[in-house]
């Protein structure tokens, strides 16, 4: 890894059309994304709404017509769903799982979190809409 001076941090990658981004030692394990597979857009917009507005997420990106293939109840079923793709910072994960959960159709709803590196102004971004 490189050391950046102008923001103490080091390059831990580039990409053309994000340009160079910068791992800082504050940002390290801050800033997530949940991916939610949902069976509808009525179900997908319910549950973007309710995040959104209420400031647990910056933003959801709908993905629609998605097909999905997995076990349930000891047979394989191949459904059509909707995946959200949640940006916020860590510490209202459970919170999101929560809501998730009571808005949710599914028993067992898919809710994956991942740590994200970013540009800075994109992570400062998610940090002042995701309360």
Same mark, same amino acid.
């Given at each position: ?65 998605? &097909? +999905? $293939?997995?076990?349930?109840? !000891? =047979? #394989?079923? @191949?459904?059509?769903?909707? *995946?959200?793709?949640? &940006? +916020? $910072?860590?510490?209202?994960? !459970? =919170? #999101?799982? @929560?809501?998730?959960?009571? *808005? ?11 740590? #994200? ?5 994109? *992570? ?8």
């Amino acid at each position: 890894m490189v050391e950046h001076p102008a923001v103490n941090g080091r390059v831990v990658g580039s990409s053309p059309t994000v340009g160079v981004f910068y791992f800082e030692k504050n940002m390290k394990k801050k800033y997530i994304s949940i991916f939610v597979t949902v069976p509808n857009v009525k179900v997908a917009n319910k549950i973007t709404e309710f995040l959104v507005e209420n400031k647990l997420v910056a933003c959801v990106n709908i993905i629609p017509k998605i &097909k +999905s $293939v997995y076990w349930w109840e !000891n =047979k #394989i079923c @191949k459904s059509n769903e909707q *995946l959200l793709i949640m &940006k +916020s $910072v860590k510490n209202n994960f !459970n =919170k #999101i799982v @929560k809501e998730i959960k009571k *808005l949710h159709p599914y028993e067992v709803p898919e809710i994956v979190c991942v740590d #994200i590196t970013a540009n800075k102004d994109y *992570l400062n971004w998610i940090k002042e809409y995701a309360k």
